[in-house]
């Protein structure tokens, strides 16, 4: 009851900052008076960004503690707080782009203006934590596919530790002219809240666990929700037991794409094998079912996992092992598929930097294209500070999706989808931040992309990103 009361005042505190715009005061816990937010005021975050390659580093942040079984992307760990703080801001983003999947054939460049708000909470107690940002407005277009409209993205994530068990509830939403995959590249628009020093940091879900978007022949507006709980329960010194939940959805605004919902239910076992190398074993059952379509499907998968954590330096996380689908309706006369399932994630910390790698082999949704999928997908993310103020980032994915299940010697459709980014960004003073971006997005297919006389079975857009983001003091709470 006390946790809900807190959850319940911090969703107050965040819809008053997006409808008023003015500072909050925060309840204390016990007798202390509010905060005030100050003209001066120390770092709200301790991060060991741009710090020398040594394990002082490490020493500003936290361990990332949560199970090598869970639902969450691994971190580095997150910085040490300072204050609980909110902050709202504004944004202003420019996209040029050279085509769309549905005039493939030719080369038409359009633009498209985004004007957005944006707020970022973080929130701590004494064994809780609440960490939100988003972003939202409207968009207008030159191109006659995409026309005007909305957008909006959040990220939220409430957390509960206690001494024996640690509780997680995890929502990720976003309401989108275009698939997620590639959206936005390098310029921060991608990314719900304030993007600088002052962005709260929220660990996402894992593509396991998210609703596939991997297909950027899909157009139209579409909204994508997936919502975790998880439970984390130790039962020795070195054992725990994980459970979670995570119920997804896709929906399109437009006819010709395939709507769908998930549901997973995933337990683990987990073993510290020492302090920074642990190892797991996974039940995952995935249930696909698609509004208006017979078919559903689901997925066993039995996974063996690998981790390794080293605070501010190695986020490692290796996972493998068989799975079993089955179809309601049958799909070329098949009723089941027996295959294997993968995933593979390191994020490597070093001086002035860092470096993401992920994969991922699965069966998914569909992304909007199939009522079911054999997935891979491939992203790879590097980030430096060139100088005191500019930093750059190169940004590449790569996802193919063909159809789950094949008869012999039967060519089934399939799609290859690849974006390479590069981008640079720079502070200017202590409210805002510029950044300059180019993208290149790459559909190719054994079927056409779209219908109409203009489609064609692959296509490359060319995209340069501008964006300018400004935001208020950040208001401290406490």
């Known amino acids: 009851m006390k946790d809900r009361k807190k959850i319940l005042s911090a969703l107050a505190w965040m819809l008053t900052a997006c409808l008023y715009a003015s500072p909050l005061l925060a ?78 054939g030719s080369t038409q460049w359009n633009t498209t203006t985004f004007v957005s708000g944006d707020v970022s909470l973080l929130e701590a107690w004494s ?196 799975d079993i689908t089955t179809f309601r309706v049958p799909i070329l006369t098949s009723t089941q598929k027996v295959s294997g399932t993968a995933s593979g994630s390191v994020i490597y910390g070093f001086r002035h930097g860092s470096a993401t790698v992920n994969y991922t082999y699965e069966v998914s949704s569909g992304s909007g294209v199939f009522s079911g999928a054999n997935s891979n997908l491939v992203g790879a993310l590097w980030n430096r500070q060139l100088t005191r103020v500019w930093n750059a980032s190169l940004n590449f994915q790569y996802a193919r999706s063909g159809q789950i299940a094949s008869a012999i010697g039967i060519s089934t459709p399939s799609y290859d989808s690849w974006v390479i980014g590069t981008g640079l960004d720079r502070p200017l003073g202590r409210a805002a931040n510029l950044s300059l971006g180019y993208q290149a997005q790459i559909q190719g297919g054994t079927a056409a992309l779209c219908q109409g006389s203009n489609c064609a079975t692959n296509y490359t857009s060319h995209q340069i990103f501008l964006s300018f983001q400004w935001h208020t003091r950040p208001l401290v709470l406490r």
């Open 127 to 322: 064994h809780s934590l609440l960490s939100a940002n988003y972003s939202g407005g409207g968009f207008a277009s030159t191109d006659a596919t995409q026309g005007n409209g909305q957008y909006h993205q959040l990220s939220a994530a409430y957390e509960i530790i206690q001494r024996r068990w640690q509780a997680l509830f995890v929502d990720q939403f976003s309401y989108l002219p275009q698939s997620s995959f590639g959206f936005g590249g390098t310029s921060g628009l991608s990314t719900p809240g304030i993007s600088d020093s002052l962005a709260v940091p929220l660990p996402g879900l894992q593509n396991a666990y998210l609703p596939g978007q991997s297909f950027l022949g899909a157009v139209g507006g579409r909204y994508s929700n997936a919502f975790a709980a998880q439970l984390n329960f130790s039962v020795s010194r070195r054992g725990s037991i994980t459970f979670a939940g995570v119920q997804g959805l896709l929906r399109f605004t437009q006819t010709g794409n395939i709507s769908s919902d998930t549901e997973i239910f995933n337990v683990g076992y987990n073993y510290a094998l020492t302090p920074k190398d642990s190892m797991g074993l996974v039940y995952r059952f995935s249930a696909y079912h698609y509004p208006g379509d017979p078919q559903a499907l689901g997925d066993h998968a039995v996974l063996f996992v690998y981790g390794k954590k080293i605070t501010g330096r190695l986020g490692l996380r290796l996972a493998g092992g068989p």
């Open 27 to 104: 309840q204390q816990e016990g007798d202390d008076k509010p905060k005030p937010a100050a003209r001066e005021y120390p770092p709200l975050l301790n991060s060991n960004g741009n710090q020398d390659e040594s394990d002082q580093g490490a020493q500003t942040m936290q361990p990332d503690n949560w199970p090598v079984s869970g639902v969450q992307n691994t971190t580095l760990g997150t910085p040490v707080m300072r204050h609980s703080y909110w902050v709202p801001g504004i944004r202003y983003s420019n996209t040029t782009a050279s085509s769309n999947a549905n005039s493939a």
